[in-house]
């Protein structure tokens, strides 16, 4: 079936410090694949997306590579930001115009 | 420009009572989608809509659960009757999807159900 995982949270990294966050998605296809952020109280908002193998998104310092081989779009910023706390979802096209998402990975960021 | 909009906000009922929550889609969107956020689930699509048509509501999990879309600017999702197991917060989200892919969703901020 159309599924992601993501790596289990919460992450809890110091102000500046390197942020990886893990997904990879089951290999139906070729799906656009997705990273929604939820702020507290609000809903999701697109952070960024990579239609195709090898294409990078970007936005905000954030950054991931569409991986094939790995079926993986893991998520990075250089230098995380107490604002960046948040709950990161990946997401993929199920091919049928409707978003699969991971179950959430929350960041927490201490200054 | 305003989002999406639902209502309401919060809603506190008691088991075996209606719910009905409301949702209205960006102007000029032509899919809407319900999803639904728990603790344990994750975030579950429920149903979604493309040009006002249910397209898949395999993820609604029983008869209980209901909706509808009478137009391009407002969709309804109904619990009748609730149960606690519905506690839950709902999304309504709307896209500009072409044939093949989707576009970007946009979601409102969500209608938190207790159920008691």
């Known amino acids: 079936g159309d599924s992601v995982t993501q790596m289990e949270g919460p992450v809890t990294l110091s102000e500046e410090a390197f942020l990886t966050i893990n997904c990879t998605y089951t290999a139906t296809g070729y799906p656009s694949l997705f990273w929604y952020v939820q702020y507290p109280g609000e809903g999701l908002q697109l952070l960024l997306k990579?239609?195709?193998?090898?294409d990078k998104g970007s936005n905000k310092g954030f950054e991931a590579t569409y991986r094939k081989e790995t079926t993986s779009f893991h998520l990075e910023k250089g230098s995380v930001q107490v604002s960046d706390s948040a709950v990161y979802f990946c997401?993929?096209?199920?091919?049928?115009?409707?978003?699969?998402f991971g179950s959430g990975t929350r960041l927490q960021v201490q200054p | 420009d305003a989002g999406v909009i639902q209502s309401p906000r919060h809603e506190v009922t008691e088991m075996g009572q209606e719910v009905t929550l409301r949702c209205k889609p960006i102007?000029?969107?032509?899919?809407l989608f319900w999803y639904r956020q728990t603790m344990m689930r994750g975030l579950e699509l429920l149903i979604y809509f493309n040009n006002n048509v249910p397209i898949d509501d395999s993820g609604m999990p029983e008869d209980r659960f209901s909706a509808k879309m009478p137009n391009a600017s407002f969709s309804t999702l109904k619990i009748q009757p609730s149960e606690p197991r519905d506690s839950a917060v709902y999304f309504c989200a709307s896209s500009f999807s072409g044939r093949k892919e989707i576009g970007e969703l946009f979601f409102g901020e969500g209608s938190r159900l207790t159920v008691l």
């Open positions: 997401a993929r096209d199920t091919g049928r115009r409707a978003l699969t």
């Open positions: 990579a239609t195709k193998a090898d």
């Open positions: 102007s000029g969107h032509n899919s």
